[in-house]
């Protein structure tokens, strides 16, 4: 034996074993991240797959040939690129025609069976469907099963490799799952989305940031994506979803007869795919899925704006090919808009409950997607400066999901001459107190507490859905009675009689009935978790408030909890624990709570009575004509452990029928709720199983 050899074989040795077990990580890692990015549903804590992670980046920075084009520490960014460098597409990436109608639709299948007559009628009425994904497309190509390179659609011919910043977008593969074969070559083509609701938090934190806000989802993924900095990719939480191929080079490899078998694969290579994808077989089937779509649209987590329909046959896929901009065999049937154009009368400015000044778009009323729309949300100065919109402008709004549109912008060509930039007020509006903008916020608040707006604001909070949840106690009744200075705090609501109500002008015998028969219901039955929720504490919504009422038995409790012990609490730091603190040392904090508990608003919580009911943590929903009291239901679900809620969302666990249920049943049924009629409810309380 040489010296080399003898020097060489232990390192050899080690670098085997080191190699195998990287794999092994890589293998484990990958499986973990699909079970948590994906399937939602981990195996092992956070602190069990950091370890592994930390072993696989010890491994790659020893053993610098370890660090494969799969590894999953490519995830995390790092790349910081010049420039986007661009390439051309192997096969051009077209666009979709548009039709907007039924009799549009049938026009385009006919068309299509025109130009093909060999293929006969079942081909040719078989269409896969899916939603139309408002992001922006993307082409990952896979050499012998590993992501190589990823390319924007750019201009269809031409696209900006964006490989790095793909390769951190945790639900698509680095590697296709499964043992293979692989194509040689293949390109997947899909959409790069943001869901609504890190949309929503990527705004917000640009707004503390003092940084632009995205104008809508699809912008911040593209925003997001196009990114020489791949850190800022990589903090962004994209997804990729499958829907089509580029090229693919498999030699000696049987592919797909169908899209919906492909489809099929992209799913077992790991892929997620658009939701609700399916095969229609005819002009019904195909209407009938563009209605459910509509009627789902704001259930999905991201936006969508139509129907892409696909031939199913891809012989027949091919045999009609392309026009000069869009594939002839697949065809985007798009909703209506809820875009809508009117005029900016009034820029108004409310003041909410923590004394936050925020801006109101007054409309001159406009219908949007068959809604009457006479107001708009402006977010904050910083927006309407943004937009440089100007009171009398022509504006676009749009309607993205919430109930109350947004405003995209002013329409320049239109603008009237003579309009004045909009000055934000420094002085609240309601007591014409100095306002302040505090540093690093983008919102003018009131700093008086007794604002009258601020007061108004907080009562109505109290019994608002955020709150007590009082139903049949709206906000305009409370604002009648703090106007006439009969109500000055929320205790005060309890004291309110029904004659003293029926004084007040349009308030009828029923509904002062029903007022005070709600507060008195609201007494007795109210959660610790509302209860918490409604007394307005900074800070402390119905997430943190629901984490209290677990872990104290009453209020007596919680203000006994000092910093440190609310600080154990999960997701209270230490502003949240400063807030609630604050809370309990204001004087009139504590009166209000003694009033509270005086007339009998005294919720217990602790651990023992959340969570253990036959309900614990269900959502259930109430509808139709029930044989006994709304209330008394909703009282039997909340002892056992179970939230009612107010809307059939895709959250929902059962929806529970009367006679004539309506439109929520329909609804349910399109999201697969369990539905239960009044017996079946009575069982699940006894502890009956509907899984
Ligand atoms: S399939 C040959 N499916 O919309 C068919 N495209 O406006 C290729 N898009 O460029 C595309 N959602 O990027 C397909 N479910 C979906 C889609 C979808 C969105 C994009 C696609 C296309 C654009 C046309």
Same mark, same amino acid.
């Given at each position: 034996?040489?010296?080399?050899?003898?020097?060489?074989?232990?390192?050899?040795?080690?670098?085997?074993?080191?190699?195998?077990?990287?794999?092994?990580?890589?293998?484990e890692?990958?499986?973990?991240?699909?079970?948590?990015?994906?399937?939602?549903?981990?195996?092992?804590?956070?602190?069990?797959?950091?370890?592994?992670?930390?072993?696989?980046v010890?491994?790659?920075?020893?053993?610098?040939?370890?660090?494969?084009?799969?590894?999953?520490?490519?995830?995390?960014?790092?790349?910081?690129?010049?420039y986007?460098?661009?390439?051309?597409?192997?096969?051009?990436?077209?666009?979709?025609?548009?039709?907007?109608?039924?009799?549009?639709?049938?026009?385009?299948?006919?068309?299509?069976?025109?130009?093909?007559p060999?293929?006969?009628?079942?081909?040719?009425?078989?269409?896969?469907?899916?939603?139309?994904l408002?992001?922006?497309?993307?082409?990952?190509?896979?050499?012998?099963?590993?992501?190589?390179?990823?390319?924007?659609?750019?201009?269809?011919?031409?696209?900006?490799?964006?490989?790095?910043?793909?390769?951190?977008?945790?639900?698509?593969?680095?590697r296709?799952?499964?043992?293979?074969?692989?194509?040689?070559?293949?390109?997947?083509?899909?959409?790069?989305?943001?869901?609504?609701?890190?949309?929503?938090?990527?705004?917000?934190?640009?707004?503390?940031?003092?940084?632009?806000?995205?104008?809508?989802?699809?912008?911040?993924?593209?925003?997001?994506?196009?990114?020489?900095?791949?850190?800022?990719?990589?903090?962004?939480?994209?997804?990729?979803?499958?829907?089509?191929?580029?090229e693919?080079?498999?030699?000696?490899?049987?592919?797909?007869?169908?899209?919906?078998?492909?489809?099929?694969?992209?799913?077992?290579?790991?892929?997620?795919?658009?939701?609700?994808?399916?095969?229609?077989?005819?002009?019904?089937?195909?209407?009938?899925?563009?209605?459910?779509?509509?009627?789902?649209?704001?259930d999905?987590?991201?936006e969508?704006?139509?129907?892409?329909?696909?031939?199913?046959?891809?012989?027949?896929?091919?045999?009609?090919?392309?026009?000069?901009?869009?594939?002839?065999?697949?065809v985007?049937?798009?909703?209506?808009?809820?875009?809508?154009?009117?005029?900016l009368?009034?820029?108004?400015?409310?003041?909410?409950?923590t004394?936050?000044?925020?801006?109101?778009?007054?409309?001159?009323?406009?219908?949007?997607?068959?809604?009457?729309?006479?107001?708009?949300?402006?977010?904050?100065?910083?927006?309407?400066?943004?937009?440089d919109?100007?009171?009398?402008?022509?504006?676009?709004i749009?309607?993205?999901?919430?109930?109350?549109?947004?405003?995209?912008?002013?329409?320049?060509?239109?603008?009237?001459?003579?309009?004045?930039?909009?000055?934000?007020?420094?002085?609240?509006?309601?007591?014409?107190?100095?306002?302040?903008?505090?540093?690093?916020?983008?919102?003018?608040?009131?700093?008086?507490?007794?604002?009258?707006?601020?007061?108004?604001?907080?009562?109505?909070?109290?019994?608002?859905?955020?709150?007590?949840?009082?139903?049949?106690?709206?906000?305009?009744?409370?604002?009648?009675?703090?106007?006439?200075?009969?109500?000055?705090?929320?205790?005060?609501?309890?004291?309110?009689?029904? @004659? /003293? #109500? $029926? =004084?007040?002008e349009?308030? *009828?015998?029923?509904? +002062? &009935?029903?007022?005070? !028969?709600?507060? %008195?219901?609201?007494?007795?039955?109210?959660?610790?978790?509302?209860?918490?929720?409604?007394?307005?504490?900074?800070?402390?919504?119905?997430?943190t408030?629901?984490?209290?009422?677990?872990?104290?038995?009453?209020m007596?409790?919680?203000?006994?909890?000092?910093v @440190? /012990? #609310? $600080? =154990?609490?999960?997701?209270? *730091?230490?502003?949240? +624990? &400063?807030?609630?603190? !604050?809370?309990? %040392?204001?004087?009139?904090?504590?009166?209000?709570?003694?009033?509270?508990?005086?007339?009998?608003?005294?919720?217990?919580?602790?651990?023992?009575?959340?969570?253990?009911?036959?309900?614990?943590?269900?959502?259930?929903?109430?509808?139709?004509?029930?044989?006994?009291?709304?209330?008394?239901?909703?009282?039997?679900?909340?002892?056992?452990? +179970?939230?009612?809620?107010?809307?059939?969302?895709?959250?929902?666990?059962?929806?529970?029928?009367?006679?004539?249920?309506?439109?929520?049943?329909?609804?349910?049924?399109?999201?697969?709720?369990?539905?239960?009629?009044?017996?079946?409810?009575?069982?699940?309380?006894?502890?009956?199983?509907?899984?």
């Amino acid at each position: 034996m040489d010296q080399l050899s003898l020097f060489d074989a232990p390192a050899g040795g080690e670098h085997a074993r080191a190699e195998a077990r990287a794999a092994k990580l890589r293998r484990e890692i990958d499986r973990h991240n699909r079970l948590y990015h994906q399937l939602d549903a981990p195996e092992i804590t956070d602190e069990a797959y950091d370890a592994l992670y930390r072993e696989l980046v010890e491994l790659e920075e020893r053993f610098p040939d370890l660090r494969t084009l799969d590894s999953p520490t490519r995830r995390v960014g790092g790349a910081v690129l010049p420039y986007l460098e661009t390439r051309p597409h192997r096969e051009r990436m077209y666009g979709l025609d548009n039709v907007f109608s039924l009799e549009e639709w049938e026009g385009f299948v006919q068309k299509a069976s025109r130009a093909l007559p060999e293929a006969g009628p079942d081909v040719m009425s078989a269409w896969w469907a899916d939603p139309k994904l408002d992001g922006l497309a993307c082409e990952l190509a896979y050499e012998n099963g590993v992501m190589v390179q990823a390319l924007t659609r750019g201009d269809g011919e031409v696209g900006e490799v964006v490989t790095e910043a793909m390769r951190t977008v945790r639900n698509l593969p680095l590697r296709l799952r499964g043992n293979g074969p692989f194509p040689r070559r293949i390109e997947i083509r899909g959409e790069v989305l943001m869901f609504r609701r890190e949309f929503e938090e990527l705004n917000k934190r640009q707004t503390e940031l003092g940084q632009k806000r995205f104008a809508n989802p699809r912008n911040a993924a593209a925003g997001s994506l196009r990114q020489l900095d791949t850190n800022v990719t990589a903090s962004r939480k994209l997804r990729f979803l499958a829907y089509s191929l580029g090229e693919v080079d498999a030699p000696g490899m049987t592919l797909w007869t169908t899209h919906s078998a492909l489809m099929a694969s992209l799913k077992d290579w790991g892929f997620d795919t658009p939701p609700e994808g399916r095969l229609c077989r005819n002009a019904d089937e195909a209407l009938a899925y563009y209605r459910h779509l509509e009627s789902i649209r704001d259930d999905l987590p991201f936006e969508i704006d139509g129907v892409v329909y696909k031939l199913d046959n891809r012989e027949a896929q091919a045999a009609l090919g392309f026009t000069a901009r869009a594939p002839r065999f697949a065809v985007a049937w798009k909703f209506t808009s809820r875009k809508a154009e009117t005029r900016l009368k009034k820029i108004a400015v409310q003041v909410g409950r923590t004394g936050v000044l925020t801006p109101v778009a007054e409309l001159e009323p406009v219908s949007l997607g068959g809604v009457m729309v006479s107001r708009a949300t402006l977010h904050n100065e910083d927006e309407i400066r943004r937009l440089d919109l100007r009171e009398n402008d022509i504006v676009i709004i749009q309607r993205a999901g919430d109930v109350i549109p947004d405003v995209i912008g002013p329409v320049l060509e239109k603008r009237p001459e003579g309009l004045v930039p909009f000055e934000f007020p420094h002085v609240c509006p309601v007591c014409g107190s100095p306002a302040r903008r505090l540093e690093g916020e983008a919102a003018w608040r009131c700093l008086n507490m007794a604002c009258p707006a601020v007061i108004m604001r907080s009562i109505v909070h109290f019994v608002s859905k955020a709150g007590l949840d009082v139903d049949g106690v709206g906000a305009k009744w409370v604002e009648a009675l703090i106007e006439s200075g009969r109500v000055k705090s929320p205790a005060d609501l309890f004291t309110v009689t029904r @004659e /003293e #109500l $029926m =004084s007040y002008e349009r308030m *009828g015998e029923v509904s +002062a &009935g029903n007022f005070v !028969a709600a507060l %008195e219901q609201a007494k007795s039955s109210a959660t610790l978790t509302r209860f918490i929720a409604a007394l307005g504490i900074r800070q402390v919504g119905e997430q943190t408030a629901r984490t209290l009422a677990e872990h104290f038995h009453d209020m007596d409790e919680l203000e006994k909890a000092g910093v @440190e /012990e #609310l $600080m =154990s609490l999960p997701d209270i *730091g230490p502003e949240v +624990a &400063g807030s609630i603190r !604050a809370f309990f %040392e204001t004087d009139s904090n504590r009166e209000l709570l003694e009033r509270f508990r005086a007339m009998g608003l005294w919720p217990k919580g602790g651990r023992k009575e959340e969570g253990t009911g036959a309900l614990a943590g269900r959502k259930v929903l109430f509808t139709g004509t029930l044989s006994r009291p709304r209330d008394e239901y909703r009282r039997m679900a909340e002892a056992a452990g +179970a939230n009612v809620a107010s809307g059939v969302s895709k959250t929902l666990d059962y929806l529970i029928v009367g006679a004539n249920p309506g439109s929520k049943l329909d609804k349910a049924r399109t999201l697969g709720i369990t539905v239960l009629d009044e017996n079946g409810f009575l069982a699940l309380l006894q502890g009956e199983s509907h899984q």
